[in-house]
């Protein structure tokens, strides 16, 4: 994986960031440059996207994003420390598009907060440029408040720049570096890595059941061991259809009405930066996939259905996919006999 680190702000004038007890941009670069170095040191290839001037705030931003854009990073992190009006706001804090709770954000909110700072969570940072403009999956990383009496004695207390660099790369070595997929190398370790995220995904949007998304991962991926799990990070076999990201090209085959087989080759999938962005992706899809413009909704009758059979059924009867009993599959052979339904 090729990691991208914006030292957040430049170093003065325009876009240099807050100042409270101590200088936003010139922390943002000691925790950077740390984080940096111990990424290398791990074998990661790393790109740094910290831009130290430019004549505006938006030429700061567009610089920044130029670099990460055209390095091809695959996962974006931005360094910031936060402010307040009042100076009474504490803790750390992660922004991800949508505020998706992806597992090295979370990751990094709890190393961060076990130094001792509140946990304010991920939150939505869709209307923030770095993360709506990278291609890339991005991460914006408010360590704590920069003008509170208290986030700063903290972060002196246990080390500043070193204690934060570490955390940080802590998080990410249980999450991107060393990969996390490597937890689901058991059919057992598949389903509660899956279900996991399809659970937590459902609590919060409602989209598609989560014993029905585990049971799609298994068959479409073979357990995760597919060549599209393997080389695209892809536990589906969603098509490109309008998709902006990378591809990948594998040969598809299809079942036609009358029960026969033909294959299209050089087909396009949709290519991830790892299982979780794929799960996540998938249940986009399903919500938003429209064949009409956006008037009509094909998953409709998917979305928010909390009966695995009918849901399961709903699917296909929607076209999501072409082979006769896919959906009786996804029923019987998969989420009854593994009691998937555990995990709605």
């Not at 941009?25 to 950077?32: A, F, K, P, Q, W």
């Not at 931003?61 to 996962?75: C, F």
């Not at 902006?244 to 930066?273: C, F, H, M």
């Not at 076209?319 to 998969?334: F, R, V």
Request: hydrophobic share 40%; proline share 1%.
């Amino acid at each position: 994986m090729i990691i991208g680190i914006n030292c957040g702000h430049t170093i003065e004038g325009a876009g240099s960031g807050a100042v409270g007890l101590f200088k936003e941009s010139e922390h943002t670069r000691l925790v950077g440059e740390l984080l940096m170095k111990k990424l290398m040191d791990a074998g990661v290839k790393v790109i740094n996207c910290t831009v130290d001037r430019a004549v505006s705030q938006e030429a700061y931003l567009q610089k920044t994003i130029q670099i990460a854009n055209q390095s091809g990073v695959e996962l974006f992190i931005s360094i910031h420390f936060n402010a307040s009006g009042g100076h009474r706001a504490q803790g750390v804090e992660v922004y991800t598009y949508q505020g998706r709770k992806h597992a090295d954000a979370l990751a990094i909110c709890s190393h961060i907060e076990k130094l001792g700072f509140l946990n304010r969570g991920v939150k939505d940072g869709s209307g923030l440029y770095v993360i709506r403009k990278t291609k890339a999956r991005a991460i914006l990383i408010e360590v704590c408040f920069c003008d509170n009496d208290l986030d700063v004695a903290i972060y002196h207390q246990v080390g500043a720049e070193k204690a934060i660099s570490h955390a940080v790369f802590e998080a990410l070595s249980e999450t991107v570096v060393e990969g996390k997929e490597e937890i689901a190398d058991t059919k057992e370790g598949f389903m509660d890595y899956v279900g996991g995220i399809a659970s937590r995904d459902w609590r919060e949007r409602k989209i598609i059941l989560p014993s029905v998304v585990v049971a799609q991962a298994i068959k479409e991926s073979a357990w995760g061991t597919s060549e599209l799990a393997r080389n695209a990070k892809a536990l589906f076999g969603i098509k490109e259809n309008g998709w902006n990201g990378r591809i990948y090209l594998k040969a598809a085959t299809e079942q036609r009405p009358d029960g026969s087989y033909y294959t299209v080759e050089q087909t396009k999938w949709r290519t991830y930066d790892s299982w979780e962005q794929s799960i996540l992706d998938h249940n986009d899809y399903i919500a938003r996939r429209s064949t009409d413009g956006g008037r009509t909704l094909r998953y409709a009758p998917v979305i928010g259905c909390s009966d695995y059979i009918l849901a399961a059924r709903h699917l296909q009867e929607c076209g999501y996919a072409t082979a006769h009993g896919y959906a009786e599959s996804l029923i019987h052979d998969y989420i009854e006999q593994y009691r998937l339904t555990r995990f709605d």
